[in-house]
Structure formats: structure tokens, C-alpha cells
């Protein structure tokens, strides 16, 4: 007997084998796991809150990547787009999230293989074991799950084989409170509390011209954002940049040598010039407690060195990084790590206060299995907290997930995986890769 004969495999009984994989989210991720399954032959739905693919990726579609397209588009998705035809982009040019979406995703959702079985405006609410909650164990592994989803026309629900929720984290931002909680007053704020990534200089730049603008958070989403306002301050007179973060050091960007992937190298060195010459002013080692209106602006309340301090300003944008939400699956035994909630055999692989981007292991289904098998969390919410994730990542996760619900053992335990060097993640960081 050998480990592969070892390894838990997917349950089969005749109704599961009849039933869809169901997949929770239609971005790259999600898109990649569905052209996995069909290329296996396994009938898949894909439930997508958004009325198009990728609807979180256009929201910070004004972004462009750190990585290059050779990272960027799945081995299996690359497959079918290439039998259609496709035209496969400059695989050394680092697209714009809404490139990303436009060049690669879309063309993937309107293939024939995948088209049919993607529906949107379907916000998954719940999964469950069909008529059985979590406390209940007897034939629980050859039990369909059921997935609750709402729509324009209201709540309906699927049967499904397995699950993978590729829902990702970017509908659910970290608190500004140090504590990890909203800070007290929060709810109060309206629209002058902004969302990561906020098009500054396009959509949304009469919102912050002539404005004081502080963005709290000390990793690449926040230094994305303080670059496009010292941009915009340069034409509108006026506009005042504060970065305000909790520790006494922003150990966010590098601008080593050593990292392959170099737009995000350089974002260092650019916003260190910037914090020198005082267009963005630096405020350290402020832990915010509670927020405020003040006038037609913000307070932030809290501590800084010991000492109570507060600070104005006209905006604040929240770039404190991402958590997964996890409420729809409160019905689900759940693996997860105590520390950063990604499942408990990975969490020490993507550990933040050990590995970079680039220096995570090559892992899979193993890894991504939850106590009760046939579902797995993957992509970015498969990380938690940690803030370590890339795109191949998340592909090399879905063709092995794929494989393991296939039956496939000996394609599922091989997974190999190239990254590009980096070593520039920390716990600070709000999102690095």
C-alpha cells in the first residue's frame, strides 16, 4: 500500500455522480476551476453575485498588476480559449485589472463550454448539507450539499456534488479599528469613509480634488492609492495626502532587486521620494479606536505612542487589507487556522511572517481539504488573512481540486507550481501580490 492509496478520495454513490460541481464566484479563480471540470467531463454551475464575470476585478479595473500575463491566465482556460481562436496577449506585459477582465476573462465566460452554465446575479447565501445541519454526522459524507443563492426574482437553492467557493475577499475589508473591530462611530461616516482602491484619477476624481485626503493601511493597496493622489495634486491645487499607519514602520514595499516582479519593486522607492519631499505626509504608530464626523470631514480617535491623539480630514480611505466572509458557510465543518482562517494544513505555508508570494509551496486539494470532503475554500479566500495570494496560485489549486473530484489521485498530488522571486510580504501588508 502506498500514501496515494492513503489519501482520501471524493465519495461517489449514483445520485452524487448525477449531481453538479457548484462553484461560488465567476472570476479568474472560479472561471479556471469551471474549464478545469469541463475539460474533465464534470458538469459544473458557477453562481455569480455580479451581472458580469469578474465583477469585483472591474471595481479596481483602473489598477495594474504587479504580475505579467505568463502569471496571469490558467493553463486549462488558456486550453479552450486557444481552440476558440483566441489571441493569447504579450505574455511580458502587466495588464490593468480591467485588461485582465477584458482580454482574458470575458473571452473565457463566453465560450460555448462555459457560457450555459454560468448564472449571474445569483448571491450565494448559504451551503449546507441537504436536510442536515452541522451537527449532524450519520451519512453525512454521501450526502448531496445544498446551496442557497438569492436573485432578482429571490432564494432558490441547488444540489451539488462538491463545492468550491472562489468568492473571494475584496467585498469584505478589514476594520480600520486596530482592534480588528469597526471602530465606534464608524456607521456614522456615509461616504466620507472610501473603499480600497478608489479610481482617483478617473471616476472618482472630483471626489478627491482639492480635498485632505488620509489612507490608513501600510501595504501595496494604500501605496497604489497615495501614488495616484500625489499624481492628482500635481494639476489640483489644494489636494493634501496624509498615510496613516499603525505600526512605527511601513513594512510594505521593496525595492530590492531581488523581486521579479518589478512595478511593485519600484512602488517603494516612488513613495519614499514622495514622504521626503512632504507631498504625502507620514503619521506612525497610530492605533484608531473610534471615528467621528467633524465638521464636513472625519475624525479619527485613538492612540499614538501612549499618548490619546486625534487627526482630521476630509476623506479617509480604508486600505487595511482583506478577511474572508464566512457566514455563509456557518452550516460547513470548517478546518480553518485560528490565526489568518485558511485551512489549517496550508496556513503554515503561507504563514506572512515566513513567506513571501514567491515562497510558497506548490499545494492542492490536501492542503485545501476541510474536515468533511467535497468542499474546498480556494483562490484568495483560501489564504484568510494572509495577504500572500497570486493568481497562479489559485490555478494550480483548482486543476488539482478538479482532479481530486475526478478521481484522479495521481494528477491531484502532483502539483508543481513556479512563482516569481519576491520577499516582500509582511503581516503589515494590505494585499502585496
Not at 449514483?14 to 469541463?38: C, E, K, Q, Y
Not at 469584505?172 to 466620507?192: H, I, K, V
Request: aromatic share 4%; charged share 20%.
Amino acid at each position: 500500500m502506498t500514501l496515494l492509496d492513503l489519501t482520501p478520495r471524493a465519495t461517489t454513490t449514483p445520485r452524487l455522480d448525477t449531481l453538479p460541481v457548484v462553484v461560488i464566484g465567476a472570476g479568474p479563480v472560479g472561471l479556471a476551476s469551471a474549464a478545469n471540470l469541463v475539460e474533465r467531463g464534470i458538469d459544473v454551475i458557477v453562481l455569480e453575485a455580479g451581472d458580469t464575470p469578474a465583477a469585483a476585478v472591474r471595481r479596481w479595473g483602473h489598477i495594474r498588476l504587479f504580475s505579467p500575463w505568463r502569471h496571469l491566465i490558467d493553463p486549462a482556460s488558456r486550453r479552450l480559449l486557444a481552440a476558440a481562436g483566441w489571441t493569447e496577449p504579450d505574455t511580458d506585459a502587466a495588464p490593468t485589472g480591467r485588461e485582465l477582465v477584458e482580454s482574458y476573462v470575458t473571452p473565457l465566460a463566453e465560450l460555448d463550454a462555459l457560457r450555459p452554465r454560468i448564472r449571474y446575479g445569483s448571491r450565494v447565501v448559504a451551503v449546507a448539507r441537504e436536510g442536515m445541519d452541522r451537527t449532524r454526522s450519520t451519512g453525512r459524507e454521501t450526502t448531496p450539499f445544498l446551496v442557497r443563492y438569492v436573485t432578482a426574482d429571490g432564494a432558490a437553492e441547488l444540489t451539488a456534488r462538491a463545492v468550491i467557493d472562489a468568492s473571494g475577499t475584496y467585498n469584505s475589508p478589514n476594520p480600520l479599528g486596530s482592534t480588528g473591530l469597526a471602530p465606534l462611530g464608524g456607521s456614522g461616516l456615509g461616504d466620507r469613509l472610501v473603499h480600497p482602491l478608489p479610481d482617483v484619477l478617473g471616476v472618482d476624481r472630483a471626489r478627491f480634488a482639492g480635498r485632505h485626503t488620509t489612507v490608513v493601511g501600510a501595504g501595496h493597496s494604500a501605496a497604489n492609492t497615495l501614488l495616484s493622489l500625489a499624481t492628482l495634486a500635481e494639476s489640483e491645487p489644494g489636494t493634501r495626502i496624509t498615510w496613516l499607519i499603525r505600526n512605527a514602520s511601513a513594512m510594505r514595499v521593496s525595492s530590492s532587486a531581488d523581486d521579479e516582479l518589478a512595478d511593485r519593486a519600484a512602488l517603494g522607492s516612488r513613495l519614499d521620494a514622495l514622504v521626503r519631499r512632504g507631498t504625502i505626509e507620514k503619521i506612525d504608530s497610530f492605533e484608531i479606536g473610534s471615528v467621528e464626523r467633524h465638521g464636513d470631514g472625519v475624525r479619527l480617535c485613538g492612540m499614538r505612542r501612549g499618548a490619546a491623539s486625534v487627526h482630521d480630514a476630509d476623506l479617509v480611505v480604508a486600505a487595511t487589507g482583506f478577511r474572508p466572509d464566512l457566514s455563509m458557510l456557518r452550516e460547513i465543518r470548517l478546518g480553518l487556522d485560528d490565526i489568518v482562517e485558511a485551512p489549517v494544513r496550508l496556513a503554515p505555508l503561507i504563514d506572512p511572517n515566513v513567506h513571501s508570494c514567491g515562497t510558497v509551496e506548490p499545494h492542492g486539494f490536501d492542503e485545501l481539504r476541510h474536515p468533511k470532503h467535497g468542499f474546498f475554500i480556494v483562490g484568495m479566500k483560501s489564504y484568510g488573512r494572509a495577504p500572500t495570494f497570486l493568481l497562479a496560485t489559485g490555478y494550480e489549486q483548482v486543476r488539482s481540486v478538479a482532479a481530486w473530484i475526478d478521481g484522479d489521485m495521481r494528477a491531484a498530488t502532483q502539483v508543481r507550481l513556479t512563482l516569481p522571486a519576491t520577499g516582500v510580504c509582511s503581516t503589515d501588508l494590505g494585499g502585496c501580490c
